[in-house]
């Protein structure tokens, strides 16, 4: 009897711990860019830094992108996402793919810039600037999956240069991976990859077909046109030597990547999220490169949606000047 008793108090501990502990879904992007790992990197934190004492992680899900992650977000199928800007700017309008804002999404932080690779084969090369993608009209190209955020800000950046991506282009449907596979096979000829630098894909193409392919720069005209005055894109440097072969720097453009989780997540569990984050900056940057963008100084610079109650508790306890404009509805008076 007393064994017995023993065996159900124990299972009764599992059990409550099981309860206790709870595991996210965070829907990231494909493998081949830099959504993914960074995904990893935040799920790793999670499960070495909060699991054991707090009782949830997040858990890093590869997906089509931001297009597929808001729909996911929407569905409930995931709690957190990471996005594009530009998606961000949708879901908080309700406009591009969507017809009505979703005013569930919240903000958590900022994380690092999406730099804007635009890879053209060198055959068809000539300024060495986005005119050059202008020139190319009719080559097959690679901007993303259906439905993924690559190839929605890359449609909107070709209508800012005059080109409908879909018309103008012999399209190709994939991951950065399989997309910049296919430019090393001659199948295509060009591709827009946004990514953190440096993205996998884009290293591997450079160290295999380093001589078959240029990034190009974007002008400063080039960039504004691009951008549509939606004040997302900025310009950006990519460093000398952040890909094989890269001597020189490359002027292009670049919009933030933030994490969006929805409003009904605990407020508890995003602050301590937020506040693991921001506590662990060099256990993240030890995993990927990209999240070096990260600190308390840019943390909510540019967010287009507003902020969680728990980051917004996190921000004011660190002593940062919460802009009205992302403090969420239901902290308002």
């Known amino acids: 009897m007393r064994k017995t008793i023993c065996t159900l108090m124990m299972a009764g501990v599992m059990m409550t711990g099981a309860a206790k502990a709870e595991d996210y879904v965070m829907q990231t992007a494909s493998t081949g860019g830099t959504f993914h790992p960074v995904g990893v990197a935040i799920s790793t934190l999670s499960k070495v830094k909060l699991l054991p004492s707090e009782g949830f992680s997040l858990t890093a899900v590869n997906s089509a992108g931001s297009g597929a992650n808001l729909q ?4 409930g199928t995931a709690d957190f996402s990471i996005l594009q800007g530009l998606f961000g700017y949708y879901a908080a309008r309700g406009t591009g793919p969507l017809s009505t804002p979703m005013e569930d999404i919240r ?16 055959d068809l090369v000539d300024t060495g600037t986005a005119a050059d993608i202008v020139a190319a009209k009719g080559a097959g190209a690679g901007m993303g999956a259906r439905n993924s955020g690559s190839l929605g800000s890359g449609t909107l950046l070709m209508e800012g240069l005059g080109l409908t991506a879909e018309e103008d282009f012999q399209m190709i449907y994939s991951g950065y991976g399989p997309t910049l596979d296919a430019m090393a096979n001659g199948q295509i000829d060009f591709a827009s990859i946004p990514a953190g630098v440096p993205a996998g894909a884009i290293t591997q193409i450079l160290a295999t077909n380093g001589d078959d392919v240029t990034i190009l720069n974007v002008t400063p005209e080039e960039a504004e046109a691009m951008d549509g005055g939606r004040e997302l894109w900025t310009a950006y440097t990519i460093p000398p030597n952040s890909y094989p072969g890269q001597d020189e720097a490359i002027q292009t453009i670049a919009q933030p990547n933030f994490l ?3 409003d009904d997540v605990s407020e508890d569990h995003v602050y301590k999220l937020t506040k693991a984050l921001y506590e662990n900056l060099p256990f993240l940057q030890s995993i990927h490169p990209a999240t070096k963008a990260m600190s308390l100084e840019s943390a909510i610079a540019g967010l287009p949606t507003p902020l969680h109650p728990g980051a917004v508790r996190y921000y004011r306890e660190v002593g940062l000047d919460i802009p009205e404009r992302l403090i969420p509805p239901e902290m308002q008076d």
Do not use: C, D, G, T
């Not at 903000?107 to 060198?122: A, P």
């Open 260 to 262: 969006a989780v929805n």
């Open 107 to 122: 903000s958590v932080s900022m994380l690092w810039q999406n730099v804007e690779h635009f890879i053209l084969r060198n």
């Open 72 to 75: 996911a977000m929407a569905s």
